[in-house]
């Protein structure tokens, strides 16, 4: 029987020939003690379905059906074509179980436009995000949670307005316009996530795992006022909805509301509000907050301050110049900075990249994945 080959024309045996030490012991663990939920974590991550990665490894579906439930083990050769074909070393399939991020506890806005391979792809990176964060955690210290202490429940849009208020004095905010949304959820405890590939298709959406409260962003709506917007956004998911069921149409409402009340509190904002359509004082209005044109409208429609034709005139204008979908004086990106920072902390004192790639057992390929931001900013692996 003619001896299996990988993707790159080599026998199996060849690999596992070339493989240096620690990996042939972490070949060698992987196989007797692998973890079935692993597979399945790296087989999302890689976006495959069960067929695709069969296809890849020379298995049927139903063998690597078989491996993920736990029924059989794979043998060490069939571990190094799972490991080439799904871009982790051997030994990823041999640690602990990731707690995993399950579809229908995330507040998704929509699902029309995103496939389920698309959404679970996101959820296998943000559980590996969620892992590596435990694990800086170990060495740096986070910000506390502070957002279990202020959760509430609400039926409908009742006094979101002065919720959202409410939250801003506990925290100190004051009145004024906030400086970097995506700061302030990383100083309350909050993890944002930034995974390449998330994209409008699936638009940002928010969970709690294991106690945290996770927010996944997007990468590619390329707006600075936007991204704003879903940070707030939510926010309102993690403190009004945690127990409510995820995608309900009036939670949406509600959370879009909140957004506005907390980015746009009441009294200035109808202070500095103009009564009549003035885009130049609605521009000005935007660079002030750092929120759309779009939602300074609504939420001068929501307070009372425009009439529901005016609203309507607003929005035909904003189609009308094209700024539904690419508005001017877009506040810059705001960014996650925290897991940067408190890495960088961690290898200035001589604990490499390369070190917490072998502690999480990922492989610097995947860790890479996590750390890798939109702008292409990177951190040295040594």
């Known amino acids: 029987m003619k001896e299996p080959v990988n993707h790159d024309g080599r026998p199996d045996s060849e690999h596992i020939q070339d493989m240096p030490p620690e990996s042939l012991e972490g070949l060698i663990v992987s196989t007797s003690k692998f973890t079935p939920q692993r597979l399945s974590l790296a087989r999302e991550m890689a976006a495959l379905d069960i067929k695709e990665l069969a296809d890849r490894i020379d298995a049927t579906p139903s063998a690597v059906s078989q491996f993920e439930k736990g029924r059989t083990r794979p043998k060490a050769e069939t571990v190094i074509r799972l490991a080439l074909a799904l871009?982790?070393?051997?030994?990823?399939?041999?640690?602990?179980?990731?707690?995993?991020?399950?579809?229908?506890?995330?507040?998704?806005?929509?699902?029309?436009?995103?496939?389920?391979?698309?959404?679970?792809?996101?959820?296998?990176?943000?559980?590996?995000?969620?892992?590596?964060?435990?694990?800086?955690?170990?060495?740096v210290n986070f910000?506390?949670?502070?957002?279990?202490?202020?959760?509430?429940?609400?039926?409908?849009?009742?006094?979101?307005?002065?919720?959202?208020?409410?939250?801003?004095?506990?925290?100190?905010?004051?009145?004024?316009?906030?400086?970097?949304?995506?700061?302030?959820?990383?100083?309350?405890?909050?993890?944002?996530?930034?995974?390449?590939?998330?994209?409008?298709?699936?638009?940002?959406?928010?969970?709690?795992?294991?106690?945290?409260?996770?927010?996944?962003?997007?990468?590619?709506?390329?707006?600075?006022?936007?991204?704003?917007?879903?940070?707030?956004?939510?926010?309102?998911?993690?403190?009004?909805h945690a127990e409510a069921e995820p995608g309900d149409a009036v939670n949406e409402q509600a959370a879009d509301r909140f957004a506005g009340a907390f980015l746009l509190p009441k009294a200035p904002f109808m202070a500095e509000c103009p009564h009549r359509l003035d885009w130049n004082r609605l521009r000005a209005l935007k660079r002030r907050w750092g929120v759309s044109l779009a939602a300074i409208v609504r939420r001068a429609f929501d307070l009372g301050i425009y009439s529901e034709a005016t609203y309507r005139r607003a929005y035909t204008i904003l189609n009308q110049l094209g700024w539904r979908t690419s508005e001017p004086d877009e506040p810059p990106i705001e960014r996650?900075?925290?897991?940067?920072?408190?890495?960088?902390?961690?290898?200035?004192?001589?604990?490499?990249?390369?070190?917490?790639?072998?502690?999480?057992?990922?492989?610097?390929?995947?860790?890479?994945?996590?750390?890798?931001?939109?702008?292409?900013?990177?951190?040295?692996?040594?």
């Open 143 to 240: 910000p506390a949670e502070q957002l279990t202490a202020l959760r509430t429940v609400i039926a409908g849009l009742t006094n979101i307005d002065e919720i959202a208020m409410a939250i801003r004095d506990v925290w100190g905010l004051g009145h004024g316009p906030i400086s970097d949304m995506v700061a302030l959820l990383e100083s309350k405890g909050v993890l944002p996530i930034e995974i390449p590939g998330h994209t409008q298709r699936l638009d940002a959406f928010s969970t709690w795992v294991d106690k945290k409260p996770l927010v996944f962003l997007t990468v590619d709506k390329g707006s600075g006022s936007r991204r704003r917007w879903d940070c707030a956004h939510e926010l309102a998911h993690l403190l009004l």
């Open 87 to 139: 871009g982790v070393p051997p030994a990823f399939f041999a640690a602990e179980p990731l707690a995993p991020i399950a579809l229908e506890a995330c507040h998704f806005r929509s699902l029309r436009s995103s496939t389920v391979k698309e959404r679970r792809r996101v959820l296998a990176y943000g559980a590996l995000m969620k892992r590596l964060v435990d694990h800086v955690q170990e060495m």
């Open 336 to 382: 996650p900075t925290l897991l940067k920072r408190a890495l960088r902390l961690i290898t200035d004192a001589g604990y490499s990249l390369k070190r917490i790639a072998a502690d999480l057992n990922l492989g610097e390929g995947r860790l890479n994945d996590l750390l890798v931001s939109p702008d292409n900013e990177q951190l040295a692996f040594a």
